[in-house]
């Protein structure tokens, strides 16, 4: 007597993850989603337009060049990108969206490193996008009389990239350890001005805040030849302002609950 088996067809598996990339390409179209970051990316654009404006409507012939209009434009991004970053982790708890977004991803850690993957990006598409604009003003100041000078120094083109993506992952660092857009948002601006102010006010932390005060530390970015004194004072404040925030926020997005 034989005994018959008949074998059970098995499902065919799902992938359990996104690809990184395709992640981060998710999170890219998230930050012009909601209409909060699309206006904003809309503003960031017309400022940055704006400051070329500015230049070619006030400013002398001598300043028209590329370097000034590219440092000029540089301005309303490095203030306002850091606000989409914060968004960026905060509109998932505001907007009831990370029940689905941990759902689909259950690997929280991957979806941090795409946020702050996408926030680089974003940081990048916005300085070359100042590079471009910056260009085109140029060639329109040349054409009206003013210098159109093309020569600037090439660490300048870097270091107002650097200076982006700091800001704009501090902004990222501030929304996951609060996980509070309002309140992210204004201590992303208040906090640091503080400390500029009692640094400032204070004689016995003014040389604390030189290496603690990160508006004071970046702001050597926008000159060229930057000594390794600068780039340590740089990197410590940094480690305070974003590093660290950044490790706590992402544990605290590791370990709360979703309802």
Avoid: C, H
């Avoid at 070359?128 to 600037?152: F, K, P």
């Avoid at 003014?206 to 600068?230: K, R």
């Amino acid at each position: 007597m034989t005994t018959r088996t008949e074998s059970t067809p098995t499902a065919t598996a799902l992938p359990t993850s996104l690809p990184l990339p395709r992640l981060t390409w998710v999170e890219l179209r998230k930050l012009a989603d909601t209409r909060a970051g699309l206006w904003l990316l809309l503003i960031i654009g017309l400022a940055t337009a704006g400051t070329s404006a500015i230049i070619l409507g006030w400013s002398s012939d001598e300043e028209m060049t590329f370097g000034g209009f590219y440092a000029f434009g540089l301005l309303p991004s490095a203030v306002l990108l850091p606000v989409l970053g914060v968004l960026s982790v905060t509109s998932e708890w505001s907007q009831r969206t990370a029940l689905s977004t941990f759902t689909l991803v259950p690997a929280r850690g991957r979806v941090m490193i795409a946020k702050i993957a996408a926030g680089v990006l974003i940081a990048v598409a916005a300085t070359a996008a100042t590079a471009l604009i910056s260009a085109v003003a140029n060639l329109i100041g040349a054409a009206i009389g003013g210098d159109g000078a093309w020569r600037v120094d090439g660490s300048l083109l870097w270091q107002g990239l650097l200076l982006q993506v700091i800001f704009v992952l501090m902004g990222i660092a501030f929304g996951a350890l609060l996980l509070s857009t309002p309140l992210a948002i204004v201590l992303y601006f208040a906090l640091p001005m503080v400390w500029s102010v009692l640094g400032s006010v204070i004689k016995g932390l003014q040389s604390t805040a030189g290496w603690l005060d990160i508006n004071v530390t970046t702001t050597p970015l926008s000159e060229a030849d930057m000594t390794s004194g600068e780039y340590a004072r740089l990197g410590v404040s940094v480690a305070v302002w974003v590093l660290l925030p950044l490790a706590v926020g992402v544990v605290r997005v590791l370990r709360r609950e979703v309802s």
